[in-house]
């Protein structure tokens, strides 16, 4: 699958564009939601794995955006956030997984598996 990540950190950035492409995937990397939502009306990702919390746009605000564009590509949410707030939005706001950082390989690959899940 085509990824598109956006992560303001770029140390996270670089650790999840490395487990993305280790499980087979292809990156798009973003550092903040502005640039994502450019990105995401010319590259076509196939999944957003956004960070929550970003300057410029934040990766719900980004997300909305891209919905509004028609980009219609499951969400992955990423968030150092461990209240319940953020796990709320699981399965709203067209998020269909939030994942907690720090993010490992086995969780990546299971986040990814159920937002590409129909339906």
């Known amino acids: 699958m085509?990824?598109?990540?956006?992560d303001?950190?770029?140390?996270i950035r670089a650790i999840v564009s490395d487990l993305l492409a280790e499980l087979g995937h292809g990156v798009v990397a973003a550092q903040d939601g502005a640039?994502?939502?450019?990105?995401?009306?010319r590259?076509?990702?196939?999944v957003l794995v956004l960070d929550l919390l970003?300057?410029?746009l934040?990766?719900?605000?980004a997300l909305r955006a891209m919905r509004a564009a028609g980009v219609a590509a499951p969400a992955v949410l990423?968030?150092?956030?461990t209240d319940g707030s953020v796990r709320a939005l699981e399965g709203a706001e067209?998020?269909?997984v939030v994942l907690e950082k720090p993010v490992s390989r086995r969780a990546l690959a299971r986040a990814l598996a159920r937002a590409s899940e129909p339906r």
């Open 2 to 6: 085509k990824v598109l990540l956006a």
């Open 8 to 11: 303001d950190d770029a140390l």
């Open 35 to 41: 640039e994502a939502v450019a990105l995401s009306a």
């Open 43 to 46: 590259e076509r990702p196939d």
């Open 54 to 56: 970003m300057p410029r």
């Open 58 to 61: 934040s990766g719900l605000d």
């Open 78 to 81: 990423l968030t150092a956030i």
């Open 94 to 96: 067209e998020v269909a």
